[in-house]
């Protein structure tokens, strides 16, 4: 089940994955802004009313990939699900019920993200979802790896 979430302990779990998951950690505030900012793009992905995934979004005004012009754009900033249970479905589940939100509550022009470009599970998943790589951002991360910017319109 996908939803947003509700409270402190929904946002712990998250930060309590993204710390099992990733290297790209964030401050405590700054996922309580984003959760009190944009709380419907800040999703949970629950089995038997365990926390196993989230997805972390906001909304930002900036140039377009597609169109020459300012845009509405939906970023996603983080998403991630434990090793337990992923291939089932979740990271498309929550990468799809943003993608909705950000076009209908939000009106968003298109979405995107960051990611390494070693990311290959990440990577397939997006293209999937029908996100292509618009650019390359050269020694993005900390430890030097580059990002590709994946997007796609809404
Ligand atoms: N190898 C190849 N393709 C994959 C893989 C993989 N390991 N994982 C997912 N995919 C592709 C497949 O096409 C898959 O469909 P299929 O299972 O029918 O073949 C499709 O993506 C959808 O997979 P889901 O089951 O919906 O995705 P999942 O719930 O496993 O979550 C995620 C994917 C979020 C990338 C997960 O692997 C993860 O948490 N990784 C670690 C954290 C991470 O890298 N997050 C993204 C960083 S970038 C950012 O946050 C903006
Ligand atoms: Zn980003």
Do not use: C, Q
């Amino acid at each position: 089940m996908i939803r947003e979430v509700r409270n402190d302990r929904d946002i712990r779990e998250a930060i309590e994955i993204n710390l099992k998951t990733l290297p790209e950690h964030y401050p405590e505030f700054f996922w309580r802004e984003n959760a009190s900012l944009w709380r419907d793009l800040f999703l949970v992905g629950e089995v038997d009313n365990r926390i196993v995934g989230y997805s972390m979004s906001r909304i930002e005004i900036d140039e377009g990939f597609f169109k020459s012009d300012i845009v509405r754009r939906g970023h996603v900033i983080s998403i991630a699900v434990l090793p337990e249970y992923r291939r089932r479905g979740i990271g498309t589940a929550l990468m799809t019920e943003t993608m909705k939100r950000m076009k209908e509550k939000y009106h968003a022009d298109e979405i995107m993200l960051e990611v390494r470009v070693s990311n290959y599970p990440a990577i397939e998943l997006y293209k999937k979802l029908g996100l292509m790589i618009v650019r390359i951002i050269p020694r993005y991360y900390r430890d030097g790896e580059d990002a590709y910017v994946m997007a796609k319109p809404l």
